[in-house]
């Protein structure tokens, strides 16, 4: 019997001793946060491809600081609390798969119509997203679910303090505003309330962030303002190798809760400067008469600077005199490749993208063409 009545009491403090452990730890199950509704979970069947809006009204993003100015440390960082984004998305287009600039500020990506993935979809109302730098310091893709609850109540603050990737001050008198660069938003601040955020800030020409980007911004502030409705929207900046500016933005964007009928578009924004030439491995430009062109080239301005002299060159051997002759090549303006003319490459080369020319490699080579790793001109 003492045994038994032992038995129990020693069972019943087992017990005891548990169920307290579970209250001290918490062991209550707790509900998911309130607030935080997927917009949707697939994409729309349909997606209409608008006009963008009419010229831009909304504020540009003017040129801030010295070109001396260092990244800040304590320049904004991307918001907490989403996922950073750290490669660009399967369908944003390669610089070299796009056509060469004709004049328009911008060209539509497939067809105009979005392609928005089912994650980008099932984001909550005012999910923000900015990629991490990569390792040139360029920045990488963003993504916003843009809404009444994203947009600013206030005045932009300063963005000069940030210096984005190719960062350099030039100016001309026939740039509206005179300064060729501005620190461009990839997501606009009237949409999402963002300044000096370093991971939305790039390196982009007066003509790509006034002609190219902002229309299309506008475009969705607009709706948002209209309706209270929300826009998935993404930007991402294409860079060409190992090159500091961006040539462009791939830019998307889709109204939520319509579906697709109040704004919808996909295009690359040419990051480009009619009347001036840019190097976009370095930032470095001038105008366009002082560049030495490539002889009949199709595109505006394609031409890049014109190598400056370093002097003699120490190295007089026969590489050295080659590179810096004149020799024949073949350039495919479509892939921006340069060939021998012996090369089996050329024989499959369609006419309309033959550009036979006379020219030193290095000029070639500055003005945006890479050597055939086939010949290896």
């Not at 009928?261 to 001038?286: E, L, W």
């Not at 810096?324 to 309309?352: I, W």
Request: glycine content about 8%; aromatic content about 6%; charged content about 25%.
């Amino acid at each position: 019997m003492t045994v038994e009545i032992t038995a129990k009491r020693v069972l019943f403090v087992a017990l005891a001793t548990v169920s307290l452990a579970c209250v001290l730890a918490g062991c209550s199950a707790s509900s998911a946060p309130e607030g935080e509704t997927p917009l949707a979970d697939t994409a729309p069947a349909e997606q209409a491809a608008p006009e963008p809006a009419e010229p831009p009204t909304a504020e540009a993003e003017e040129p801030e600081g010295s070109a001396d100015a260092e990244q800040p440390a304590d320049a904004e960082p991307a918001p907490e609390g989403t996922a950073p984004l750290t490669a660009a998305p399967p369908d944003t287009p390669a610089y070299h798969d796009l056509p060469a600039y004709d004049g328009n500020p911008y060209v539509y990506v497939n067809d105009g119509e979005p392609a928005f993935t089912a994650e980008e979809w099932a984001a909550p109302a005012g999910t923000e997203r900015y990629g991490e730098l990569d390792e040139l310091g360029r920045c990488t893709t963003t993504f916003a679910v843009v809404g009444p609850e994203t947009m600013p109540d206030e005045k932009r603050g300063s963005i000069g303090e940030v210096k984005p990737s190719g960062w350099q001050m030039a100016k001309y008198d026939f740039v509206d505003g005179k300064y060729l660069y501005n620190r461009c938003h990839l997501l606009g601040f009237q949409l999402t309330d963002e300044n000096a955020n370093r991971s939305n800030l790039i390196t982009g020409t007066r003509y790509l962030n006034v002609e190219g980007m902002l229309p299309f911004e506008n475009a969705v502030a607009d709706y948002v303002d209209a309706t209270g409705n929300h826009v998935l929207m993404r930007a991402t900046p294409v860079f060409d190798g190992d090159d500091l500016v961006a040539r462009g933005v791939h830019m998307m964007a889709e109204s939520v809760e319509d579906g697709g009928d109040g704004v919808s578009f996909n295009v690359f924004v040419y990051n480009v400067q009619p009347g001036v030439v840019i190097d976009y491995r370095t930032g470095d430009n001038m105008p366009a008469e002082e560049a030495t062109p490539l002889p009949d080239v199709s595109g505006a301005d394609t031409a890049a600077p014109a190598p400056a002299d370093k002097g003699a060159d120490a190295n007089t051997g026969s590489d050295a005199a080659t590179d810096k002759g004149l020799a024949e090549y073949v350039l495919n303006t479509n892939s921006k490749k340069f060939h021998k003319p012996t090369c089996s490459s050329v024989d499959q080369m369609s006419p309309k993208n033959r550009q036979d020319v006379e020219d030193t490699r290095e000029n070639i080579i500055a003005n945006g063409y890479d050597p055939c790793k086939r010949c290896n001109p």
